[in-house]
């Protein structure tokens, strides 16, 4: 296989990108990887800085944009506090049902848009303050509260899913992929599948079961654990409507069934969930529901110029010939079935020191046509399944953020130095599983 000195630099640039993504996360590699995209690109590509910084994806960056925006607005006006506070008392004081209820909490919350990172760092004080009360460990309690958000994560609505959605919507001509729609779905399903059977499992092995047995019968003050919050204000209830309009605005035209109600020039206005996401946050700006400074604040800036930046270097490796030469080198170890494993086991290995969804989907995600060609087959919604799942069952480690922020909020009884320990090596461990599970769902079961 000869490859051009361009593709060879392309390859090296993006190793040092990744490299500097693992060992310093002060540095925001998407800037870096649009440096390095110039220099490669002016040198060794044949191409002008002009036109490289051409391909920064900005319809990717409005959507994330807009829908972050909105849900900053939900979070800084206290809508989301509040509602996480009303989900808590359902449970009315029963101890046995705290693990259910937060995980289908915290599985709720990151759906309807704020995704993983914001959904724990709303729910973590909760559930381990909740843990501390009822006696359960960190451990287990960063199980369930990681693995929902994460689950949750490839929602059309978060931050993730959009990801997701945006580079796959620039491949999926070569793919035959239609129905995006349907398409981005269905990856938010199989994460849930997945990331639902291992952290749920993980939870009942090693303790949750036990732990569970333990409660029968057991009950706790809910007034003292989850105080009664004040009402919904009417800027919180009109922030609390947006929510639910974005969601029908989103699902409901892309349904056989109702996208007929909907005229051309409704469908214009409709035409991703960034543009449903700016009139929304219009409304809440206009009748002073929301603040525009301080959401702006709350926005994942770092995350959202890094997956753009990132994704504007692997655009000029793959027209240096750098993608495929790195599609060749999986596809020589793969078939059309366990190259599921593989990818599940590298990107778990990639990020369990580095971004999931900043640095290894924008990686690993435009390999999946040339995968296809190289293996001679494969199914392309399970090849995706595997990037992404791969890349976020490792983020219960500390080392990531969602990690850290239940380490963080564990109450102050618990050995914070073994609880770390014991996050690492369960966090570590996630690539090997990760590769086990993608290759029974997506290889052998075809999900």
């Known amino acids: 296989m000869e490859i051009s000195l361009a593709a060879i630099m392309s390859i090296v640039a993006l190793l040092i990108v990744v490299i500097i993504s693992c060992v310093n996360e002060d540095l925001n590699v998407g800037f870096l990887g649009i440096a390095f995209a110039i220099i490669v690109g002016g040198i060794w590509g044949e191409t002008t800085a002009a036109k490289v910084m051409g391909y920064f994806p900005t319809g990717l960056f409005m959507i994330l944009v807009g829908v972050t925006f909105l849900f900053g607005m939900a979070q800084t006006n206290g809508t989301m506090e509040k509602l996480t506070a009303y989900s808590v008392r359902l449970c009315k004081g029963n101890t046995a049902f705290m693990p259910l209820i937060i995980f289908v909490l915290t599985t709720f919350v990151t759906t309807i848009g704020p995704g993983n990172i914001a959904g724990t760092a709303l729910m973590a004080p909760v559930a381990m303050a909740i843990a501390t009360r009822i006696g359960m460990p960190a451990f287990l309690m960063t199980l369930i509260v990681v693995g929902?958000?994460?689950?949750?994560?490839?929602?059309?609505?978060?931050?993730?899913?959009?990801?997701?959605?945006?580079?796959?919507?620039?491949?999926?001509?070569?793919?035959?992929?239609?129905d995006l729609s349907g398409l981005a779905w269905k990856i938010h399903f199989n994460s849930e599948i997945a990331q639902g059977l291992v952290n749920i499992g993980g939870?009942?092995?090693?303790?949750?079961?036990?732990?569970?047995?333990?409660?029968?019968?057991?009950?706790?003050?809910?007034?003292?654990?989850?105080?009664?919050?004040?009402?919904?204000?009417?800027?919180?209830?009109l922030?609390?409507?947006?929510?639910?309009?974005?969601?029908?605005?989103?699902?409901?035209?892309?349904?056989?069934?109702?996208?007929?109600?909907f005229s051309k020039t409704v469908l214009n206005l409709l035409s991703n969930v960034g543009s449903i996401a700016f009139m929304l946050a219009g409304v809440l700006m206009l009748t002073g529901s929301g603040d525009s400074k301080a959401a702006i604040k709350v926005m994942p800036w770092g995350v959202m110029l890094m997956v753009c930046g990132v994704t504007v270097l692997i655009e000029v490796m793959d027209k240096a010939g750098g993608l495929n030469a790195l599609v060749k080198v999986i596809g020589a170890i793969s078939t059309p079935t366990t190259v599921n494993a593989w990818l599940g086991l590298i990107t778990g290995a990639i990020s369990a020191y580095s971004s999931s969804s900043g640095v290894v989907m924008p990686m690993f995600l435009p390999m999946v046509p040339g995968l296809i060609k190289e293996v001679g087959g494969g199914n392309p919604i399970a090849m995706i399944s595997s990037i992404n799942i791969g890349a976020h069952l490792v983020d219960t480690s500390p080392l990531s953020t969602l990690g850290a922020l239940c380490?963080?909020?564990?109450?102050?009884?618990?050995d914070k130095a073994k609880l770390f320990r014991n996050l690492l090596i369960w966090g570590l461990s996630m690539s090997v599983v990760g590769a086990i599970v993608c290759y029974v769902f997506f290889g052998l079961l075809n999900l």
Do not use: Y
Request: charged fraction near 15%.
């Open 148 to 178: 929902a958000a994460n689950g949750a994560a490839f929602s059309p609505f978060a931050p993730t899913g959009i990801i997701s959605n945006g580079i796959i919507a620039k491949m999926a001509g070569g793919l035959g992929i239609t």
């Open 203 to 237: 939870f009942f092995i090693l303790g949750g079961w036990a732990w569970i047995k333990k409660q029968r019968g057991e009950t706790l003050n809910i007034d003292e654990l989850a105080p009664k919050p004040e009402p919904f204000n009417k800027h919180q209830i």
């Open 239 to 261: 922030t609390l409507s947006m929510v639910g309009i974005l969601i029908l605005l989103v699902v409901l035209p892309g349904l056989p069934a109702t996208k007929a109600l």
């Open 407 to 414: 380490i963080a909020c564990a109450g102050e009884h618990e």
